[in-house]
């Protein structure tokens, strides 16, 4: 008889749990940098676009970290943003068959990177949409706020099995 604690913890539930998280960072990562690069083509620096009410299109250059906080930060956020997903991907290597937790490790590690190969190549991490009294944001960003919020979820909550 198989126990829940000997099936959780099979190798073949660790690998879809990494297989998962892998394409979710794939996934984030690709249409992040494609929108950015929509973007950068499409539209000047400081330029707006109307694009559905009460959405704005820009184009902006973020040198802090999430609303432009420590701007100009440079090394400090680099070494903020690894650190941080050194301790995310420890806890997930750790941890991979905990329910739903590839989900938030995902999105995260996605996020993070597509900012971070921003800030590599250009110096700064391209922000372009804009909502009402809110600074802009890419899908970078909109996936580190989704993962963190799904994290909260994971760690807090009971979830049913999805694995």
């Known amino acids: 008889m198989v ?3 000997s099936a959780t913890s099979s190798p073949n539930v ?7 998280a892998g394409v979710l960072v794939i996934a984030v990562l690709a249409l992040d940098q494609l929108t950015k690069r929509l973007v950068i083509s499409g539209i000047s620096v400081g330029e707006q676009h109307k694009f559905l009410p009460g959405i704005q299109l820009v184009h902006v250059r973020n040198t802090g970290v999430a609303f432009g906080f420590l701007s100009g930060g440079g090394a400090l956020v680099l070494a903020f943003t690894f650190a ?6 420890t806890y997930f290597m750790r941890h991979p068959t905990r329910p739903w937790l590839w989900v ?4 995260l590690v996605g996020g993070a990177l597509g ?5 590599i190549l250009n110096g700064a991490v391209t922000d372009f949409i804009k909502l009402p009294h809110w600074p802009a944001f890419n899908v970078a960003d909109m996936s580190i706020t989704f993962g963190v919020l799904a994290l ?3 760690l807090e909550g009971k979830p049913a099995d999805g694995r």
């Open 3 to 5: 126990t829940h604690a």
């Open 14 to 20: 660790r690998s879809r749990a990494f297989f998962r």
């Open 84 to 89: 941080a997903l050194a301790v995310l991907l």
């Open 104 to 107: 938030p490790t995902g999105l």
């Open 115 to 119: 900012n971070l190969l921003d800030r």
């Open 152 to 154: 909260l979820w994971v």
